[in-house]
């Protein structure tokens, strides 16, 4: 029985250290995963955002749109100046039905409804309540680049 009481305490022990070994081994890399995980990713990371080349500026006449398919989120890239381009979202706002672009009266028409926006996106009419979503596009050595 002597045996037993002296074998059952170096068990223990023997537990006890695997035990610290193991959570210490598990403790730098939990905190790794932690750190990746609330670190803020890099312009160059962001998963959502993409650069949509619609053509060149000079194809584009002044006061047109230009429709882009660009997957359930097509975009309107409006040329308002020389060197100055806007890109809408060419889904209505109320039913998300494709907008028509009018060039004689600069508007976007939603077919289905009647909604009526302005060349900036602002509703002016119809069963719309919120304005077009606006993307960011720049104009580089002639090509027309939309963030989305």
Not at 102 to 121: A, I, N, S, T, Y
Request: a positive charge.
């Amino acid at each position: 029985m002597n045996d037993d009481r002296t074998a059952d305490p170096e068990r223990r022990g023997v537990l006890v250290w695997l035990t610290r070994g193991f959570l210490a081994l598990w403790a730098p890399a939990a905190a790794g995963v932690t750190t990746t995980f609330l670190k803020a990713p890099s312009a160059e990371e962001r998963p959502g955002e993409r650069q949509l080349k619609v053509g060149s500026l000079s194809s584009l006449a002044v006061g047109d749109a230009r429709f882009v398919r660009h997957g359930t989120e097509p975009v309107y890239v409006l040329r308002v100046g020389e060197t100055e381009v806007l890109a809408l979202s060419a889904i209505c706002t109320h039913m998300r039905c494709v907008l028509k672009w009018d060039r004689e009266k600069e508007l976007f028409h939603c077919p289905c409804h009647d909604g009526v926006f302005d060349r900036q996106g602002n509703v002016l009419s119809g069963p719309p309540k919120k304005p077009l979503r606006h993307y960011r596009a720049d104009v580089r050595a002639d090509e027309i680049v939309v963030h989305t």
